[in-house]
Nanobody
Framework: QVQLVESGGGLVQPGGSLKLSCAAS????????IAWFRQAPGKEREDVAC????????FYGNSMKGRSAISRDSAKDTVYLQMYNLNPEDTAVYYC????????????????????WGQGTQVTVSS
């Protein structure tokens, strides 16, 4: 059974940092592209970052470009999202997702190509 479990969210002050984790099970993590998305109250889900199967390709959405870094630890079956210089507009539920197809040296920030999603972890940026 494919499972993605996000963790690491919480309350952080403006200007702070946070590292989210996405623990995968039920499939070989290093065979799939993985992405992070986020959804703020009343807003559509938006892309944050993605990473290819070989970890050589990463893309970042405009929302957190330059303030985030996606990485993968296949030995731990975990993908991470390190976020820096957070501001209140970054408050959202953050989700990780698995690409629909295995393999391929690419990743995408399109939501519709990801078929498995975690339950999300809440990030709140506030003083």
């Amino acid at each position: 059974q494919v499972q993605l479990v996000e963790s690491g969210g919480g309350l952080v002050q403006p200007g702070g940092s946070l590292k989210l984790s996405c623990a995968a099970s039920g499939f070989p993590l290093d065979s799939y592209a993985i992405a992070w998305f986020r959804q703020a109250p009343g807003k559509e889900r938006e892309d944050v970052a993605c990473i290819s199967t070989d970890d050589e390709i990463t893309f970042y959405g405009n929302s957190m470009k330059g303030r985030s870094a996606i990485s993968r630890d296949s030995a731990k079956d975990t993908v991470y999202l390190q976020m820096y210089n957070l501001n209140p507009e970054d408050t959202a539920v953050y989700y990780c997702a698995r690409y629909r197809l295995t393999g391929g040296n690419f990743c995408s920030l399109r939501r519709d190509v990801y078929t498995y999603w975690g339950q999300g972890t809440q990030v709140t940026v506030s003083s």
